[in-house]
């Protein structure tokens, strides 16, 4: 059994924390994988803060299992989502998309574990310095909003950088990327793509045929030009995108033209106009299984690389 700092800190089973994920990330997949042993997160996004109360609640009914939440500091109802989670009693927040240190004092009050989403060495220290518990270092391979620095570059200088335990994120699908986070400095991993592929995971058919179908050069960045990048499966939206950034589009045309699409993707299955926000992992998922199968395969897998000291890779001592 892997026990670390973040096992720990969380009062979990395993060090495998399911990334919140705007439209993806509900009650009933947060419940699965806290009940599988690892930390389910409910993705507030830009939800109004009464539905991420219901969210709350549902799960609840579902688990008896530590769960968090993760807050998108740039929703408007960021505000009104903090003061819910501590009213709810929620174990755990992550944060994404700004600094959550005007709300710290309020939730260490109420007992919450504070894990923000970092992108750099730099505010991965400004965090622990706020006050944070740990914080997932994520890396650019990633699904969703992503940063600049790989997770093999930015892992290992975040561990350096702070003293509270650091959660690797990006990249992550099998049992080499988790026994290698944790040999870069890491306490855990925090994995999104891998369970978009997953029984409980609510999204449409098409997304997970999609990432089924995906290889490993089937992903692709937009939003540069407005300063926060996203990486999502290649598609004709992608590609609109992308003609709209290199035509010169205002900041106001492209925020026109992605409102909406990850809505389009998970919950239409739209393929023509949905961003279908993925890793670049996809190309390593084959299956849909349950996300009990999914966590206790993954520990069990990674626990025999790291005794077999990756030798499989052929490396041999003398
Ligand atoms: C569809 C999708 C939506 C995401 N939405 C969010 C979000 O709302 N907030 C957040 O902090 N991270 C979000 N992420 C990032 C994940 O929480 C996680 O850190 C990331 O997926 C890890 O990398 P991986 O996809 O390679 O496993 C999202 C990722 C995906 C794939």
Redesign the pocket.
Known sequence: MIKTRLTELLGVQYPII????????DANLAAAVSNAGGLG?I???NAPAEVVRNEIRKAKTMTDKPFGV?I?LMSPYAAEVAQVVADEGVKVV????GNPGKYMEAWKAAGIIVIP?VPSAALAKRMERSGADAV?A??C?????IGELTTMALLPQVCDAVSIPVIG?????DERGLAAALMLGASGV???????ACNECNIHENYKKLVLEAGDTDTAVTGRGLGHPA?ALKNKFTRRITELEKSGATAEELENALAGS?RKA?VEGDVEHGA??????AGMIHEIRPAKEIVESLMAKTEERIKSFGLAGGVLFE
């Open positions: 399911q990334g919140g994920m705007a439209w993806v990330a997160l993705a507030a996004a993760n998108m992550t944060t994404g998309a989403v997932v994520e890396g391979e990633s699904g969703g909003h994120a990006g990249g992550i699908a925090q994995i999104g793509t891998l369970f978009l990486r990850l998970a279908f926000m993925c890793g670049q992992v």
